[in-house]
């Protein structure tokens, strides 16, 4: 018969002892395992740049805000969780009434997904927000209604399809409206006069011997020329004409509201400060001129073509005239 020492029966615990053993060992497991999941989902959820929410429709409480909602905000999120309104202090003035409107609208749609709105942080920076939202389908009828949505910070793209547009729409050189897009907007004002019947003028402006400044001072000192003749044109037009540059030296602007007599006197307040400009270039100073051929919509057969073929034939007019002068068509 073998005899059991108190050692020996130590090393073997009873069935129920191990058992118990095993059970806490496995859930001790479990809870390191949903830790790390926690942990995991925690690092997910801080390093996406989107704040997920969770909104009760009922008592305009907010249930849910994830942690990037601090970084992207800029403010505490406590406030949020304690007072709705937080967020609507942090939406841009003018966006309010729309991030609210679109909002509501998930009541009857069940989801929108189209909503792009800027806020304010906390230190004043505008940010965009593409902050899609949907009614919670688990909710249990007692809950009343939840509304979950994913609010992503858009601004890098924002400013980048404002770069792009940009580029699309502006002579690089002057920065004023390229060919394309002065005739785009000059198509729209043109359709708009003729539909409420009021007046417009269009205006052509050649710099009188461009080439010759070119062979004579350089290109560089040409393009410094067409950037001052630009910055002239912005400065004496006044709010709501067009200008823009439409070829090498020449350059168009449009009069909405306005007839050719009122836009000649425009045209002649362009033409005294373009006279006072002064240029330089290796200790030889010289000055540049324009020519100008002002019309207007004359009979409802008019079309925006046979207003720029119009307005330049009386600014080569002005050109055979002597240059420097304001020729009407």
């Known amino acids: 018969m073998v005899k059991h020492t108190p050692s020996s029966m130590s090393q073997h615990p009873p069935p129920e002892a191990a ?50 909602y601090e970084r992207i ?51 004043g920076q505008l940010r965009w927000l593409s902050d899609k939202c949907y009614i919670n389908q688990q909710t249990d009828g007692d809950q009343g209604v939840i509304v979950v949505g994913i609010a992503e910070d858009i601004t890098e793209n924002k400013q980048l399809q404002g770069e792009l547009q940009r580029l699309a729409t502006t002579d690089v ?20 006069a003729r539909q409420d019947g009021t007046a417009l003028a269009f205006l052509l402006l050649d710099i009188d011997d461009f080439k010759q400044i070119n062979d004579t001072y350089g290109h560089p000192t040409g393009d410094h020329v067409l950037l001052r ?33 009122m836009a000649q006197h425009v045209a002649e307040r362009l033409q005294r400060e373009i006279q006072r400009l002064s240029f330089s270039h290796d200790d030889q100073t010289f000055g540049v001129t324009v020519s100008q051929g002002l019309t207007g919509i004359v009979d409802s057969d008019e079309t925006l073509d046979s207003l720029f073929a119009r307005a330049d034939a009386a600014m080569y007019q002005a050109k055979r005239q002597g240059k420097n002068q304001i020729v009407l068509g």
């Open 229 to 261: 003749i630009a910055d002239s044109g912005k400065t004496v037009l006044r709010r709501g004409d067009l200008f823009g540059r439409i070829g090498g030296e020449e350059f168009a602007a449009m009069f909405p509201d306005c007839t050719p007599e």
């Open 173 to 192: 050189l002057t920065q004023s409206s390229n060919r394309r897009h002065f005739f785009d907007c000059a198509r729209g004002a043109f359709e708009k």
């Open 19 to 68: 058992q118990t053993l095993l059970a806490l060992m496995h859930a001790q497991g479990e809870v390191a395992r949903l830790s790390e999941r926690e942990q995991l989902f925690s690092a997910l959820l801080d390093s996406v740049n989107a704040v997920l929410w969770a909104f009760d429709w009922e008592s305009r409480k907010v249930l849910y805000v994830s942690p990037a």
């Open 73 to 123: 905000f800029g403010r505490p999120a406590s406030l949020l969780l304690a007072d709705y309104n937080e967020w609507r202090s942090s939406v841009y003035p003018d966006d309010l009434e729309y991030a609210e409107r679109s909002l509501a609208e998930v009541l009857v749609k069940g989801a929108v997904e189209d909503r792009e709105y800027r806020i304010m942080t906390a230190d």
